[in-house]
């Protein structure tokens, strides 16, 4: 086995077995586009930075392993895009880690990686580590020839504008993957939307969908109210409009969203409109000390 530094020439080779692996559940996880052109440009990007950030596992010319780095260095912090591997679990993880862990500690002083729960390996590899289990979230799912719609008024939903950023911004949770701005970025891109719920002239809540695979795949990446109109039917609102947009307007065949399995009254809620558990995601972070190198690398 050998583990090498991901190079541009391999990038299509290296997307198109990252797109089969992560589209089973046992490999799975966070953070990895779900399309493989979308993949190919995301760990096209790894290889243009002066440090690493992407490394393969080769066994006689056969990718058996990848691990990505994915930088956000504003917050000195990254997220694995794997560790994955294929044959050898234990030493090819292991294998990857050694090689990465050198440049994580080095410019970020926390890491955060996220799989279903059947990725047994991954999470073993996390325990064995000393990654924190910061949070466990159940993946919901709604499927296009099971939804039943309520029939709530959507007069009150508006597509977001610059003018609501500010407004959606303090609603947005702190910590979440895609700050407000990064929202209203995305959803320029197709099949992304920001919808917003316009009461007395305010934004009461907002909505946030992306489309993981066109006319197959669609997800509710953020939905959240004002606490003091909660109970009001602004999130019953907001996610009707999103289902029915992504059912009847973009012919998408399933929904997911996802939530803490503390959150029993948000579960409920989605319960309500016919979603069904698909999967638990287990997310783990590790945290270091402030990171040797300050300054990002270009």
Known sequence: MQIKELEVK????????????????RHFVAWLASDENEIYEQIWTLTQFKEPLAYVAWENNEIIGF???LPFFEHKLCRLLGPFAIKHEAEV?????????????MYFNAVKVACFQVNQELI????????????????????????QPMHVDASSIVEATPEDQ????????????????????????????LWGYQQNGEIAGYL?????????????????????????????????HALQYAFHALNLNSVTISVRTANQDAEHLY????????????????????????NTFH
């Open 124 to 147: 073993d590899f996390c325990e064995q580590h000393a990654f924190h289990l910061y949070n466990t979230e159940k993946t919901l799912i709604q499927w296009r020839d099971t939804f």
């Open 208 to 240: 946030y969908f992306e489309t993981i695979l066109p006319e197959e795949e669609g997800e509710i990446c953020f939905v959240n109210v004002a606490p003091s109109d909660r109970g009001e039917g602004v999130g019953t609102a907001l996610i009707e």
């Open 166 to 193: 500010a407004a959606i911004a303090a609603l947005h949770p702190d910590g979440a993957y895609y700050t407000a701005a990064e929202m209203f970025e995305l959803k320029h891109q197709a099949g992304n939307y």
């Open 93 to 105: 993880l292991e294998g990857l880690w050694n090689k990465a862990s050198l440049t994580i500690e």
């Open 271 to 294: 319960r309500q409109f016919g979603f069904e558990v698909w999967n638990v995601i287990h997310a783990y972070e590790k945290v270091f000390q402030e990171p040797i190198v300050r």
């Open 10 to 25: 391999e990038l299509r080779q290296v997307s198109q077995w990252l797109y089969g692996m992560n589209g089973q559940d």
């Open 67 to 69: 691990l990505g780095i």
